[in-house]
């Protein structure tokens, strides 16, 4: 059984779910593969602890702060190649982002791989079950697509000028 409860953020509402201790996910309104992750029911509670810090979280997070992504208990449910890609994602500086490419260079490296399929890791960012928090929204295309972000890709650039990139840099794929 899981719990869940709402925020109404910015760009959007937007469900974080936990398995009680930990946030396992945070989705928003009609996002690609929403709680795509939880099998089972979620039942609405506002009152757990880690919703709080959650919530505080995302507070200081729209307010233009830069939380850690430290700071909450993520346990996020996917294989070990996407485990590995969410870890990733978590190092990619705030204000800062990097291209599937770039991640899956850094994959093949930590696999003693010659390469790694930057579509694999496409696949793993795509279904990321904590956005947000575990920035997904980071990752463009190596051309400067702003492709891939379940969330939407009007919501991927809020969240990107948030931070303070300059979005004029890329461009949305057609289609």
């Known amino acids: 059984m899981y719990n869940s409860t709402n925020y109404a953020s910015p760009i959007g509402p937007m469900t974080l779910a936990s398995d009680g201790e930990h946030i396992v996910g945070l989705w928003l309104e009609g996002q690609k593969y929403f709680a795509g992750t939880v099998k089972g029911a979620m039942l609405p509670n506002d ?8 919530k505080r979280w995302l507070d200081e997070y729209f307010a233009g702060g830069k939380p850690a992504v430290s700071q909450l208990p993520l346990a996020p449910v996917g294989s070990e190649f996407r ?14 982002v990097s291209t ?15 390469t790694m399929s930057p579509q694999a890791v496409g696949g793993a ?9 575990i920035p997904c929204h980071r990752v463009v295309g190596t ?4 492709t891939g972000y379940a969330g939407g890709i009007p919501a991927k650039i809020k969240l990107l000028e948030l931070e303070g990139v300059d979005t004029a840099q890329f461009y949305a794929p057609k289609g």
Do not use: D, R
């Not at 009152?47 to 959650?54: G, H, K, Q, T």
């Open 125 to 133: 960012v795509g279904h990321n079950p904590i956005s947000i928090i």
């Open 100 to 114: 599937y490419g770039e991640l899956a260079k850094k994959i093949a490296k930590m696999q003693n791989k010659p």
């Open 83 to 96: 485990q590995t890609v969410w870890k990733l994602l978590c190092e990619i500086p705030y204000g800062e």
């Open 47 to 54: 009152s757990l602890p880690v919703f709080e810090a959650a």
């Open 143 to 146: 051309g400067g697509s702003l």
